[in-house]
């Protein structure tokens, strides 16, 4: 049984509950997303499997989840990034925000970090995780997302050009035309 770090407005830790409990009853729980940027500075995306519990068969960012109680977000985001795509990077939180959104037969309610890398090598996604994933430049996704918003993850849309932004600031990072 999965866990997930109930919290209130302030990102307090309240509680705990079992992760589809607390999206069903859509209660306000932390976490976390995340960014990768390869060395062009093109963002990963990944396509989540459409036997995932929501959201299935749309574009989203490199993974996501939920610290289990106890869990740092950066750990349990590294933790993450490593089961579903076989990534080991090093990670830092550029934001957090608070969303709600009905998906499916749960509710988002959550409080999530928002947190970047980067990395250039091997990726070995878990096809329960991901159907596939690739590389884009943030103005062909940019253009996608306007063309086809119904392709991608409701948080996704919300954070990916702040996230872009937040990387660009870090790491000085200008994207070649």
Not at 29 to 39: D, E, G, L, P
Request: glycine letters at 6%; aromatic letters at 10%.
């Amino acid at each position: 049984m999965e866990e997930v770090i109930l919290v209130n407005k302030t990102d307090e830790p309240i509680g705990k509950m079992e992760k589809i409990e607390a999206h069903q009853k859509g209660l306000l729980h932390r976490a976390f997303s995340v960014f990768i940027f390869n060395h062009e500075g093109e963002i990963l995306l990944q396509k989540r499997a459409k036997s995932k519990y929501h959201s299935g068969g749309l574009w989203t960012n490199a993974c996501c989840g939920h610290p289990r109680p106890g869990e740092e977000t950066l750990t349990a985001a590294k933790r993450r990034l490593m089961e579903e795509m076989k990534i080991d990077c090093s990670l830092y939180e550029v934001f957090s925000f608070q969303y709600k959104a009905a998906l499916d037969d749960i509710t988002e309610n959550e409080i999530d970090h928002v947190v970047v890398g980067t990395y250039t090598g091997p990726i070995d996604a878990d096809p329960d995780e991901a159907e596939t994933w690739k590389f884009v430049s943030s103005r062909e996704l940019i253009n996608d997302i306007n063309i086809n918003p119904d392709n991608y993850s409701v948080w996704f849309k919300m954070c990916f050009e702040k996230a872009l932004l937040e990387y660009k600031n870090k790491t000085h990072f200008e994207e070649k035309n």
